[in-house]
């Protein structure tokens, strides 16, 4: 079974960036759609971003449009998530999911990482 290891989380301050990182322990990365989605505190875990296998084309939240950025790096086996100006609505579990889909619907993706804490203060 895959697993996705994530990595990058953190407490910050509002304005300020992190970048997350997700690695798989298996599949051909390169042929697999990845996806970022969050969980805040007593919320229902929502999309984020998403990338196509070859990084061709993105798709974003609109809470998170212009401020956070979805790359992927291939022959690292890397995908990345560029959190800029972060604010305290963003403050979450961010999990990391892989899948063969370009979809933000969740059950299309068949493993998913342990999840990071992000936390935004004022």
């Known amino acids: 079974q895959v697993q996705l290891v994530e990595s990058g989380g953190g407490s910050v301050q509002a304005g300020d960036s992190l970048r997350l990182s997700c690695t798989p322990s298996k599949r051909p990365f390169s042929s697999s759609v990845y996806a970022w989605f969050r969980r805040a505190p007593g919320k229902e875990r929502e999309f984020v971003a998403l990338?196509?296998?070859?990084?061709?084309?993105?798709l974003y939240a609109d809470s998170v449009k212009g401020r956070f950025t979805i790359s992927r790096d291939n022959p690292k086996n890397t995908v990345y998530l560029q959190m800029n100006a972060l604010k305290g609505e963003d403050t979450a579990v961010y999990y990391c999911a892989t899948g063969t889909q370009y979809t933000t619907n969740q059950p299309s993706y068949d493993a998913w990482g342990q999840g990071t804490q992000v936390t935004v203060t004022s």
């Open positions: 990338i196509r296998q070859r990084g061709t084309s993105q």
